[in-house]
């Protein structure tokens, strides 16, 4: 196979023949390398052999290298199969840990906002409709019109966690968050804390997700969300129940401040002691009388 010394003209005017499918010309300066000529296109290659085999792999095209940057190429090349590396399989793995590497960029680049809605629609099946639009609710973003009036809607619990990637969500971006919500809107709060625990949960089953959201993200509950629930409880009225005594029968729990809840003396002298009253047709159970 001839050789020429490879020059800037010499490359520029090197072309493919019309009627022929591809040609090559080698350069005499560096073993190994050469030009392969193609229906529109021009490319440095490498030709080399390992165990026996002929090995050919494209460097580049001849509009973005220049000559001493492929000729620098062949000889790591060459380098490579001196050392019993196959160059081909070494650029399949170059190629494949960059596409890794940038699909891990992506996946680690993943926000709350884009898997909360994949969160919904993997579950929607199985939720009720008011358990999902609690879900629509808190990841509302606010700011369009409402169906009904000129008003504009009001931005879900969330919204100000939806471009969070999820290796942000820590523990403390979280405690914060809750904390600032919960001043204005604790049940609310509480709610959405739930359900972002949740959802922080099924991420860690996805293989596509697994790993990015800290582990101790949802941890911020022992110290926030429990005082945000207890001020939900505040000022829900308390409960107070009266007591009907039947003879014999207590029918249910009596209130702190009710006659019933006071010992009585059975003692004559005090009125108290309890008496069956009859009347026509027989003997029927009488209330206590205050």
Same mark, same amino acid.
Not at 11 to 16: E, P
Not at 251 to 265: G, N
């Given at each position: ?38 229906? =529109? ?61 940038? @699909? #891990? ?38 700011? #369009? ?8 809607? @009001? ?25 600032? #919500? ?21 991420? =860690? ?65 005090? =009125? ?19």
């Amino acid at each position: 196979m001839a050789r020429v010394n490879f020059t800037a003209g010499r490359v520029r005017d090197f072309s493919c023949p019309p009627d022929t499918k591809q040609i090559f010309m080698w350069d005499a300066g560096v073993p190994g390398l050469g030009l392969r000529a193609m229906a =529109g296109s021009v490319s440095y290659i490498f030709q080399g052999r390992i165990a026996g085999s002929t090995v050919r792999t494209t460097i580049g095209d001849t509009r973005t290298w220049d000559i001493d940057g492929a000729r620098q190429r062949a000889c790591e090349l060459q380098k490579l199969i001196d050392d019993g590396k196959d160059p081909r399989v070494e650029k399949a793995a170059a190629i494949a840990s960059a596409e890794a590497a940038r @699909v #891990e960029t992506e996946r680690r680049q993943s926000t709350l906002g884009e898997v909360w809605p994949d969160y919904i629609k993997a579950h929607r099946q199985r939720w009720s409709d008011r358990h999902t639009k609690d879900h629509e609710k808190v990841a509302r973003r606010g700011g #369009e019109p409402r169906q009904h009036g000129s008003k504009l809607t @009001v931005p879900g619990v969330l919204a100000s966690l939806l471009d969070t990637p999820l290796p942000a969500l820590t523990a403390e971006v979280i405690a914060q968050w809750l904390k600032r #919500e919960a001043q204005a809107r604790s049940t609310q709060a509480a709610l959405a804390f739930r359900l972002l625990r949740a959802c922080l949960n099924w991420c =860690g089953e996805q293989p596509q997700l697994v790993g990015l959201a800290p582990e101790a993200a949802c941890k911020a509950r022992t110290r926030t969300t429990g005082s945000a629930e207890k001020a939900c409880e505040s000022r829900l009225p308390a409960t107070r129940t009266t007591r009907t005594v039947v003879l014999g029968t207590d029918r249910s729990t009596p209130r702190a401040d009710s006659w019933q809840s006071k010992p009585y003396c059975r003692s004559r002298a005090h =009125g108290n002691a309890p008496r069956a009253s009859t009347s026509t047709g027989g003997a029927k159970n009488s209330r206590y009388v205050h």
